[in-house]
């Protein structure tokens, strides 16, 4: 992955991400609060502290359990840094042709940098809700900010890569629904990298009150045919008691790009959280998800969809943490893997001594389209408690040849049986968006990989 | 509970020791000088001894898997091991010329009953070497051949030795080094071509010295064709300090042999149990590996089979109890290696009280392969409100038409099956007894007979006082 970043532009030693001087500036240029500049610097002595962190790139250690599986090549930043100029190319319209997304809100950043805003109703607005660039929201509403940014510890292994968010991360999102607040809309805020060997750093930040209700897209993309890009991106959901929220995201960056992603959701009190995830491109991304179930009866229910290609790695690890006796959570991971492509499930079911009649469901789905494409799967279960119930599975597999005989017996060619079968498999994620528009979209998208 | 005051008497049968005066001993502590004096008393041949002290030098350049692995194993202490204990070299051919004191300890653990059970022949290990060795005169006729590892490497060491170390490599792990250095007593097995050895081959192992780490080898090798099982039950008296078990079990599977592999281990509760199996089944064979681990404080263990042949088949059942004080870390490795080969993992485990039971495991189907398939189901049951059971398989699936399903569950017994019991008249206790029984009923219905009794009871030993 190295080589491609090294084929875009032609690195400049001072603009590396892992020097002092870089970030320092960054912090000055920045004119942040110093309850926020304290957090970045905080997060720069980790990056420092941490010695495998250098200009030549993040380091793996090959005997953390917690990396076990993934390519052990480490991460290179070199060529990386952060855009100079703003973009000011057009950018792609995600739903153009399809069914045009009804939005509450929007935000779009191009190399991290904002380049168009749909600001919410009035009548939203006079509810209290809030959705802001990550800078203007840390500017207009500190006290909301400094309670819920950067707060929460995940243990996942990407340390060093939430570090590195931590430090650089401005181009965000932040959304406050108030208490009894319900928005049927989508709030919806793009990331694209539109220059060959931008860096990324993209925030979502959700915070719903009691009882409210939020719908929420993330999508992540290459612009412009851009090449090579660096994304490290996080995102917090903080569900309060009986808050339903809704999150999708789609990660679909050139094949040249590293992605590096977190999220973290926290379940309060009979809170209704689903997360939909969808991986289709970068060349090796990493996505870690971790979830709390905080509150007594949360429900959370996990999901995510990827499609690997070519030689992409996608390592994915899920930390289901039940802290809060009675809550449920469910997870469906789909992966489908053509040519030489690879796929990591790692995930882990943790049920604390107090979360007795916890009901957690953990399920992994292999469909291996090629001999050459390997799928690694470690499922996990770290009980404590006996008034549990806990299961797992995983399987991986080739297409049925009996259902694809059955079709084809049926008068259909062998590829649209095939074509059929395989884009089933996706449908299980995709119905569940519960929304024509982004429903369209994936499928699109997902198909898009087959076009070759 | 009249059946329960007479198993309580059962249990302490194994809590009991003789002074017993070691004829040879080495000492405490592991050195190149150790290796010596054990290749020097068993008078093995020069590329053993070099084979041991290679080995020494992996054993001490390995770092302790703690990664991954639980912290307890750093409690350790290698400096204050007695590596070798002996009372003599030669195993005693006939059971009268086995000491009296040995004799009144393997009575009590009721040998000489399991040989009057037509069991074909037995070879009970007293601390390092085999105290009683005899096997029934038919299977000798046959050319079966059931001896210790020295007598093994010596008399038959074109038999041996072309397999000695191959399945488990001295540098695979830690322990196996360990074993490859200090390895000392076991069963080295041959079973001709054909030979379908219809009674199981015995063994029993003791840990009777304090702070005596025990080492067995054991290498089993049925050529085509033929036919063996193998069982081992384990117990060690209690002691003050803990003891190490680090055994080496290798097994190879010619073209369509079968191996079936039984062991039941019940060790104290402070033996350290750190044991590597492997089998490698050639094609069209079958290796087979029962295991129960019932004692120890804490078991690493994860038999594997490597499918190196077209259309071999591998199989582990596992049954894991861990109780107060105790971690069972148990689970299997699958490595398939030719085409169309099969595998089939079972586990289940139950934790009561404290104790902690972790399944881990392994299954690897690469990419020039086809048509392979491997199923695991692993089931925990949680007694006790501080019960914890972990699970950690990993699996990689390339190739063509491969097809692996995993499968796993945590449950507790179901109040509403105790609630019918209790209703029926049954205490709760025996109502628990049963329930959890019921939950292995369908591993343990795979042993012979004396064995899935023995379980049973051993279990249900486990369980008592667990519950009310």
């Known amino acids: 992955m190295s080589v491609a970043l090294t084929e875009s532009a032609p690195p400049t030693a001072s603009t590396s991400l892992a020097l002092e001087e870089v970030f320092q500036t960054d912090l000055a240029q920045a004119r942040e609060p110093k309850w926020l500049a304290e957090l970045r610097l905080e997060a720069w002595a980790r990056v420092n502290r941490d010695a495998k962190i250098s200009e030549n790139g993040i380091a793996v250690d090959k005997k953390d359990e917690r990396w076990r599986f993934s390519g052990h090549k480490g991460w290179s930043l070199e060529g990386v840094a952060r855009a100079k100029n703003k973009f000011t190319g057009k950018l792609p319209d995600i739903f153009a042709g399809g069914h045009p997304l009804t939005c509450a809100g929007q935000l779009t950043y191009a190399d991290d940098i904002l380049s168009a805003q749909t600001p919410i109703s009035a009548k939203l607005a006079n509810q209290g809700v809030i959705f802001l660039p990550l800078a203007e929201a840390i500017a207009k509403h500190p006290e909301l900010l400094r309670e819920h940014l950067f707060k929460h510890d995940r243990a996942l292994g990407g340390g060093k890569f939430l570090s590195l968010h931590q430090a650089y991360s401005r181009a965000g999102s932040f959304l406050y629904v108030p208490d009894n607040v319900e928005v049927p809309e989508t709030f919806f805020a793009a990331h694209w990298a539109a220059t060959s060997g931008v860096a990324l750093f993209p925030h979502t930040l959700i915070i719903a009150g009691a009882n409210s209700k939020v719908n929420f897209l993330d999508f992540y993309g290459s612009a412009n045919d851009a090449g090579a890009a660096c994304m490290a991106g996080a995102a917090t959901v903080i569900a309060g008691s009986g808050a339903r929220v809704f999150r999708k995201s789609a990660q679909n960056l050139s094949v040249e790009a590293l992605s590096y992603h977190d999220d973290t959701i926290v379940c309060g009190r009979d809170a209704d959280v689903k997360n939909i995830a969808v991986h289709l491109g970068a060349q090796r991304a990493r996505y870690e998800s971790y979830s709390k179930l905080n509150g007594p009866g949360a429900n959370l229910e996990l999901c995510a969809l990827t499609i690997a290609s070519d030689r992409q790695e996608f390592d994915q690890r899920t930390f289901q943490d039940h802290v809060a006796p009675r809550a449920t959570s469910n997870l469906l991971y789909k992966n489908a893997l053509l040519d030489e492509s690879r796929t990591i499930f790692a995930g882990m079911i943790r049920v604390e001594p107090g979360a007795e009649e916890t009901d957690a469901y953990q399920q992994n789905r292999n469909l291996l389209l090629n001999p050459a494409a390997e799928a690694d799967s470690l499922p996990g279960l770290e009980i404590q408690n006996q008034n549990v119930r806990c299961t797992h599975g995983a399987t991986t597999s080739r297409l049925d040849p009996e259902e694809l005989f059955y079709l084809r017996s049926r008068g259909l060619s062998k590829n649209t049986a095939y074509q059929l079968l395989v884009f089933g498999f996706f449908e299980e994620v995709i119905q569940r968006v519960e929304n024509e528009a982004l429903a369209e979209l994936l499928r699109k998208l997902a198909r898009g990989k087959f076009g070759k | ?468």
């Open chain 2, 1 to 468: 509970m009249d059946q329960a005051t007479q198993l309580e008497i059962d249990r302490e049968k194994g809590n009991f020791r003789y002074e017993t005066d070691y004829a040879f001993d080495a000492g405490v502590g592991l050195s190149p000088a150790t290796i010596d004096y054990i290749a020097e008393v068993k008078g093995e041949a020069p590329w053993v001894r070099e084979f041991r002290h290679k080995a020494l030098n992996i054993f001490e350049s390995k770092p302790m898997p703690t990664h991954w692995a639980t912290k307890d194993l750093e409690a350790i202490n290698f400096s204050k091991i007695r590596y070798y204990l002996s009372q003599g070299q030669k195993p005693s051919r006939s059971w009268d010329d086995v000491p009296v004191d040995i004799k009144k300890t393997f009575e009590r653990l009721g040998i000489p009953e399991q040989e009057r059970k037509f069991l074909a022949g037995v070879e009970a290990q007293f601390d390092s070497e085999a105290a009683y060795s005899r096997m029934k005169e038919g299977l000798s006729k046959l050319g079966v051949i059931f001896v210790g590892p020295t007598e093994g490497l010596k008399e038959h060491e074109e038999i041996f030795r072309p397999w000695f170390g191959k399945v488990i490599p001295t540098g695979d792990n830690k322990f196996s080094a360990l074993n490859s250095a200090v390895f000392s007593g076991g069963s080295f097995i041959y079973v001709p071509k054909g030979v379908k050895v219809k009674q199981p081959l015995q063994a029993y192992f003791r840990i009777n010295a304090e702070n005596f780490g025990q080492f067995e080898r054991t290498l089993i090798i049925a050529d085509e064709g033929a036919e063996v099982t193998y069982m081992e039950g384990c117990t060690a008296p209690k002691f003050e300090t803990a003891t190490l078990h680090s055994a080496v079990v290798e097994l190879v599977a010619l073209k369509g042999a079968k191996i079936q592999y039984i062991t039941v281990q019940n060790w104290s509760n402070n033996v350290f149990n750190l044991v590597t199996k492997r089998g490698l089944a050639h094609e069209e064979s079958e290796i087979r590996w029962i295991d129960c681990n019932i004692g120890s404080r804490l078991t690493m263990k994860y038999p594997g089979v490597i499918l190196k042949g077209r259309r071999a088949r591998g199989e582990v059942l596992s049954i894991a109890l861990a109780n107060d004080g105790q971690h069972q870390d148990t689970g299997a490795k699958m490595i398939h290696a030719a085409d169309e080969t099969t595998s089939n993992i079972i586990a289940k485990s139950i934790s009561v009280g404290k104790g902690r039971s972790t399944y881990r495991g392994l299954v690897q189907i690469p990419k020039h392969l086809k048509n392979c398939k491997n199923n695991t189901e692993c089931d925990a049951l949680l007694i006790n409100a501080n019960s914890r059971t972990d699970t950690y398989p990993a699996i990689t699936v390339r190739g063509e038409g491969n097809s692996v399903q995993h499968e796993a569950s945590v449950s507790k017994v179901s109040a509403e099956q105790i609630f019918y019991m209790r209703s029926r008249g049954l205490s709760e206790a025996a109502a628990m007894s049963l329930s959890v029984n019921g939950f292995i009923n369908d591993l343990v219905r795979e042993f012979p007979m004396e064995y899935s009794v023995e379980l049973k009871r051993l279990i249900e030993l486990e369980m008592e006082g667990s519950v009310g």
